[in-house]
């Protein structure tokens, strides 16, 4: 029940009380007989009326501050005729004590403001949103890059540097790479396997089937005892075929267990695995040899540059990987598609690839919270300065909060400002409309107790 109810219903209760033990028509003179019944009787009357008194004046007086009780206007309506002082009060009170910078920065340094962090950090998620913000932050930063211009800038310095590039020295360096002996091992499985699965290609299968065919006729010839012999072994083309391919899997899967072996191994695999690295070591070296390197690699370099869009590489390199845009080969793509296919009504939806600093920048942010969680002195520093700059605020725009307090209680009218105020304090003044009437009634019978001991003494 709101106070203003309360309020209410005890002020018509004492007044209905009051009027009730009259002692002239109250029905309880005839309960309340005697001496003692007279008294007790006139006791309640007068306390129920002081409660009456009490609580109707105190009504007339909260009443009094918003508007005009019983419409009278003498010293009613206090807020809307002294609102230039009340606001002059209030801007006193809000804008230069309660919202000092003094009060303020009391509260704030009882703050541990970096344990305040931390505990954002590792309660609410906070790693998770503080890197989404970096992100975020970046990649805006990163999308308003003209590329087009940074590309028109940074091709004439990749050109130059392309062009000074020692062709030679880069081609021996790169062949130094490929045979050592790790790398070497490895370039040759992956000729093992590619060898292997081309000759196990349908079309490969069909031309050595063909090829052996052939071997066959022109061996037979016009001999009918070799077409016998190999009639009485069984050996039809797609036999021989099948033997063959069975050599070729065990030869090709011997030497890939040779290379792949590493550690301890048997010496006769360790002689079998370095004779096939030096081989193809012997065989690079020598073709490598039988060219004009120079030559090859300078014209080769030509040939590049006079391809090579620089500025469009670099442009598309940084509209892919640094803002994050989908490839125009893979748009292009889809496009070809989508002609083709007249059914499909709109390109479909291409994921973006994550830009290259993503997760450099998601390492960066974890490494330094987890550096601020464990330096104690990082944390006293972070903790002075957020509490400096915040005494640095409130100094600068001291002068504006009470400017800004004044500002937003103009914009109220009369009728707003006494509803605004009257909606946020009224129902806890009912409290004195309570009070009153009890305090009435307290005063109203001492005042009657007093009264019959003085008239008694006086007899």
Known sequence: MENRTKASATLAASALCAVSTLPEISPLKF?????VGTFTLGLLNHGFLAATIGGMADWFGVTALFRKPLGISFHTEILRRNRARIMDAIVEFVGSDLLSTENIMETVRDENTAKLLIDFFEQNKGRAK?????????????????????SRDVAPILEREIKNLDAQKLFDAVLKVVTNDKHSRKILIALLDTGHKI????????????????LREAYEGDSAGRALVLSSMDLTDEKILNILNETVDKKIGDAEKILNATGMVDNDTALAAEDMVKTFGGFVNSAAGNLNTKKFLDDLKTLFMSKFDSAGFIKNWLDVNVKGNTDPKILEKLRRQQAANPKVTRIVEVERKPVIWRDAVDFLVDAKIDEFIGDAEL?????????????NLLDEYREQIPAMIRERLDRFSDDELTDFVEGHVADDLQMIRINGSVCGALVGMGLYVVAQMIEHLAR
């Open 130 to 150: 503080t890197k989404a913000l970096v992100r975020e932050v970046l990649g805006e930063l990163f999308n308003g890059m003209d590329t087009q211009k940074i």
């Open 31 to 35: 309960i309340l007989t005697g001496s």
């Open 379 to 391: 944390q006293r520093k972070f903790d002075k300065l957020i509490k400096d700059f915040i005494a």
């Open 199 to 214: 000759l196990q290609s349908p079309h490969m299968q069909a031309e050595m089937l063909n090829k052996i065919t052939e």
